[in-house]
């Protein structure tokens, strides 16, 4: 079955130091996988996709299909990075989240 | 820029009423979803929707919920007897395209809370 195993509920880090979001999955085929943050009050949005292996804020992530992970990072994390971050794998139509993890990033 | 939009914000009910949450999606997606996520708990995938009939669904829609999409713009949550464990946010989101690479497009969701 399909799985997102995201093993931090809560990351805090000061502002300029790197940060590393982890993700990992079990799945069977070739996955689809993603990144989507949710900012204080806002809605779920897309943050990054394996697939377009894009940097989007200053954030990457690559797919390890080795480790069958696609953890999430920054090397300089700013305050305007708090949010939830959602890791999630898509396959037939639908979506698994992973359980999110809370960044705080301090002054 | 387009976005999903749902009504209400919160809604509120007694245990064994019949709810319907309401969602439009953007204008050209072809793809629609609905999750829950229960307070402090994570994100869950409920049910998708295209060319109107569901195309996949979990173990958490049972026969209690249905979807539907009674005309070109509106795509329906109903819970027939709501329960108490049925409180949560839910999201609806749609995508344009078939290809599951493509982004998918949340709304603010609607707090439903069952007393």
């Known amino acids: 079955a399909q799985r997102v195993t995201q093993p931090e509920k809560l990351l805090s880090v000061f502002k300029g130091a790197p940060v590393e979001l982890k993700c990992n999955y079990s799945?069977?085929?070739?996955?689809?996988l993603f990144w989507y943050v949710q900012y204080s009050r806002q809605r779920l949005q897309l943050l990054l996709r394996h697939i377009s292996r894009e940097s989007i804020k200053g954030f990457t992530a690559d797919l390890n299909k080795g480790e069958t992970s696609f953890h999430l990072k920054k090397p300089f994390a700013q305050e305007e990075d708090s949010a939830m971050y959602y890791c999630?794998?898509?396959?037939?139509?639908?979506?698994?989240f992973g359980a999110g993890t809370r960044l705080t990033v301090k002054p | 820029e387009p976005e999903v939009t749902q009504t209400p914000s919160h809604q509120v009910t007694q245990m064994g009423q019949e709810v319907i949450l309401r969602c439009v999606p953007i204008s050209n997606h072809l793809y629609f979803y609905w999750y829950r996520q229960i307070l402090g708990q994570k994100v869950e995938f409920l049910v998708s929707f295209y060319n109107n009939e569901i195309s996949e669904k979990s173990e958490i829609f049972d026969d209690q919920f249905s979807v539907e999409r009674p005309d070109g713009s509106n795509f329906t949550l109903k819970i027939r007897s709501t329960k108490l464990e049925d409180s949560a946010m839910y999201f609806c989101?749609?995508?344009?395209?078939?290809?599951?690479?493509?982004?998918?497009?949340f709304g603010p969701g609607t707090r439903l809370t069952v007393t």
């Open positions: 799945y069977s085929g070739s996955p689809e």
């Open positions: 989101a749609s995508r344009w395209q078939g290809d599951l690479a493509y982004e998918q497009y």
């Open positions: 999630a794998l898509t396959h037939n139509n639908d979506m698994r």
